[in-house]
């Protein structure tokens, strides 16, 4: 499973702090794209997607020549009419699109997924491997 590691240099925290007080520090952009857990074990890989308020309804998930797509899009907000008026508004839905190549001993055909407690939790079953030949010392005559 290809995995991408965020590498917080100094550089970055110093540009952090010279945009804290215009949009909330560059951690902002990161809410974006919601963080994933990528768990192995014997027999499967597990994909946890953290997406609270979301409907299973909501998601797409393709897998396409080895690649897995996990996507929502995001609906316009309605503009309603409501009593009272908002002070601050944090409170947002955007879409995102995450993506991942998956070894190739993964079967395509199985894998399946579950939404629960705003959590998108997806299984990549492993193929079943041929059994793989005893060691065997040769003998030289």
Do not use: C, W
Request: glycine share 6%; proline share 4%.
């Amino acid at each position: 499973m290809n995995l991408v590691k965020r590498n917080y240099s100094n550089g970055y925290l110093v540009m952090d702090q010279f945009f804290k007080d215009i949009l909330g520090g560059t951690q902002y952009a990161h809410k974006t794209v919601p963080p994933v857990n990528v768990k192995e074990s014997e027999g499967f890989f597990n994909v946890a997607l953290v997406a609270p308020g979301l409907k299973k309804e909501d998601f797409n998930i393709e897998v396409d020549n080895g690649l897995l797509t996990i996507s929502y899009k995001a609906e316009a907000e309605k503009t309603e009419e409501q009593e009272g008026k908002y002070t601050r508004k944090e409170f947002t839905q955007t879409s995102f699109k995450r993506a991942f190549t998956l070894p190739e001993n993964i079967s395509e055909e199985s894998i399946n997924a579950a939404y629960t407690d705003g959590i998108l939790n997806i299984t990549l079953p492993k193929k079943e491997e041929a059994e793989k030949p005893a060691k065997r010392v040769i003998e030289i005559l």
